[in-house]
């Protein structure tokens, strides 16, 4: 299980997750949760922290949640760790993500269900500076054939 500590202090810190299927959600305080993921499941999880002369760090990690025995990456306020599907930093980084990830739920498909392969794809785009490919229903369901054969 991997378990995901989000924080929400107003301006100054917050860590959430845009998407994802947690199996608990436990609340330590008004400012604190811990969600919990099973092996498998993939979550996107967003850090923002500003001061008083603006923002600090934006980062937006897709990450597959690991089993006992499974290679990982560790990640701030995420243990152990995750399979990093996408890792951006910078605030036009993010924000391209973000609609991209609206872009996929506009076409009625849940942004845990894309094909890992294609965050790949997207983290390798942005990074570069290029747009990534649009996430369609075709890929989507040539993805979920792929997945139902085993390959």
């Known amino acids: 299980m991997t378990t995901v500590e989000l924080t929400w202090v107003e301006q100054a810190t917050e ?16 400012r604190h949760r811990l969600l919990s993921f099973t092996a ?6 967003v850090r923002w922290a500003s001061n008083d002369y603006g923002t600090l760090l934006s980062r ?6 690991v089993g006992p025995g499974q290679a990982y990456s560790t990640l701030p306020c ?16 993010v924000r391209t ?3 991209l990830i609206d872009a996929i739920e506009d076409i009625g498909v849940d942004p845990c269900a894309v094909a ?3 965050w790949r794809h997207a983290h390798n785009r942005l990074i570069a500076g290029y747009p990534p490919r649009a996430y369609s229903l075709a890929r989507h369901r040539a993805w979920l054939l792929r997945r139902s054969l085993g390959a």
């Not at 937006?60 to 949640?65: C, E, G, S, W």
């Open 78 to 93: 995420v243990s152990p760790g995750g399979e990093l599907l996408l890792h951006l930093g910078g605030w036009p980084k």
């Open 15 to 30: 860590r959430w997750i845009r998407f994802g299927e947690p199996i608990r959600d436990q609340v330590l305080d008004r």
């Open 97 to 99: 993500c973000l609609l």
């Open 60 to 65: 937006l990690d897709i990450v597959r949640a």
């Open 116 to 118: 890992p392969d294609y």
């Open 40 to 45: 498998g499941s993939v979550f996107a999880f």
